[in-house]
């Protein structure tokens, strides 16, 4: 209630800073509890050339390649990136103590991503991985040379059979797609636009730390092999498997919702947005 009341409040805040015939819109929030970094790629949180920022724990993905700051009006919620599929890619340096570089015994990995167009190769739109020995992973991605795209996770004891699990068939292109992958340990779940499209169990356990990176856009050690032609937005990631019932509402989500416990500037205000149709 008092998060709906401060909702509230910020919003009679900004219509008596921008007129009261100002039309604003109070988006759903996306799910918060076990969120871990979220790159919103809105404007103030990027130097193109250098990184963009996390804003819940100010991680930085270093920027590599030449990938484009996208206008709002090209993108899903406010600014986004548009990566060439040639160079474009995005390398997380983590913390001390590390956020990415750690045990996962549960994972989400979350993005909107808008695929221009296909290459004959394996793409990765986000992906944890220990490249070059490529043991532990847990990736979105799409491959058009073998037609088919997942959520695929390779831990300790066992790994995703791309042969049996995977959709058969491209990922579509040209229009905004709400791609999330939850694994709880023994589940994997694959979900389009909110609704789950893959669900299988490989009972792999744990992603154990040692070498953990995290790339947008390429794999994690760069070899511009797996790199996307596509803009991607809204990049978040969970320390637990998320429901389906909240993967729906993040589905529907702007942005998160305000928090006041919250001392991130970005983040508070980022979540008063107009409604965007895509």
Same mark, same amino acid.
């Given at each position: 209630?008092?998060?709906?009341?401060?909702?509230?409040?910020?919003?009679?805040?900004?219509?008596?800073?921008?007129?009261?015939?100002?039309?604003?819109?109070?988006?759903?929030?996306?799910?918060?509890?076990?969120?871990?970094?979220?790159?919103?790629?809105?404007?103030? !949180?990027?130097?193109?050339?250098?990184? /963009?920022? @996390?804003?819940?724990?100010?991680?930085?993905?270093?920027?590599?390649?030449?990938?484009?700051?996208?206008?709002?009006?090209?993108?899903?919620?406010?600014?986004?990136?548009?990566?060439? +599929?040639?160079?474009?890619?995005?390398?997380?340096? @983590?913390?001390?103590?590390?956020?990415?570089?750690?045990?996962?015994?549960?994972?989400?990995?979350?993005?909107?991503?808008?695929?221009? =167009?296909?290459?004959? $190769?394996?793409?990765?739109?986000?992906?944890?991985?220990?490249?070059?020995?490529?043991?532990?992973?847990?990736?979105?991605?799409?491959?058009?040379?073998?037609?088919?795209?997942?959520?695929?996770?390779?831990?300790?004891?066992?790994?995703?059979?791309? =042969?049996?699990?995977?959709?058969?068939?491209?990922?579509?292109?040209?229009?905004?797609?709400?791609?999330?992958? !939850?694994?709880?340990?023994?589940?994997?779940?694959?979900?389009?636009?909110?609704?789950?499209?893959?669900?299988?169990?490989?009972?792999?356990?744990?992603?154990?730390?040692?070498?953990?990176?995290?790339?947008? +856009?390429?794999?994690?050690?760069?070899?511009?092999?797996?790199?996307?032609?596509?803009?991607?937005?809204?990049?978040?990631?969970?320390?637990? /498997?998320?429901? /389906?019932?909240?993967? @729906?509402?993040?589905?529907?989500?702007?942005?998160?919702?305000?928090?006041?416990? $919250?001392?991130?500037?970005?983040?508070?205000?980022?979540?008063?947005? !107009?409604?965007?149709?895509?």
């Amino acid at each position: 209630m008092l998060k709906k009341i401060l909702a509230v409040l910020c919003i009679f805040a900004l219509q008596g800073i921008f007129g009261w015939g100002t039309q604003l819109a109070y988006s759903v929030g996306a799910v918060e509890d076990g969120l871990v970094a979220y790159w919103s790629f809105d404007k103030g !949180t990027v130097d193109i050339k250098k990184q /963009a920022t @996390d804003v819940l724990n100010e991680l930085e993905a270093v920027v590599n390649g030449n990938p484009e700051l996208a206008p709002a009006a090209d993108c899903k919620v406010g600014e986004c990136l548009l990566f060439d +599929g040639s160079v474009d890619y995005l390398l997380v340096e @983590d913390t001390n103590p590390p956020i990415i570089d750690r045990d996962w015994d549960e994972i989400t990995l979350e993005c909107w991503v808008f695929v221009n =167009a296909l290459d004959d $190769s394996w793409n990765r739109i986000i992906s944890l991985d220990n490249m070059p020995t490529n043991s532990m992973v847990a990736t979105l991605y799409y491959d058009d040379d073998d037609n088919r795209h997942n959520f695929w996770v390779k831990a300790g004891k066992g790994n995703t059979d791309a =042969a049996s699990h995977d959709i058969k068939g491209d990922i579509p292109t040209e229009e905004w797609l709400h791609l999330v992958g !939850t694994y709880d340990g023994d589940m994997v779940r694959y979900y389009i636009n909110g609704k789950l499209e893959n669900k299988y169990s490989i009972k792999a356990g744990s992603l154990t730390k040692g070498g953990l990176l995290l790339g947008i +856009g390429d794999r994690t050690d760069g070899c511009d092999c797996d790199t996307v032609q596509a803009y991607i937005d809204e990049v978040r990631i969970y320390e637990r /498997a998320l429901s /389906a019932a909240e993967v @729906d509402n993040n589905f529907r989500s702007e942005g998160l919702a305000v928090s006041p416990s $919250s001392n991130k500037l970005s983040v508070t205000w980022g979540t008063i947005k !107009t409604t965007r149709s895509r």
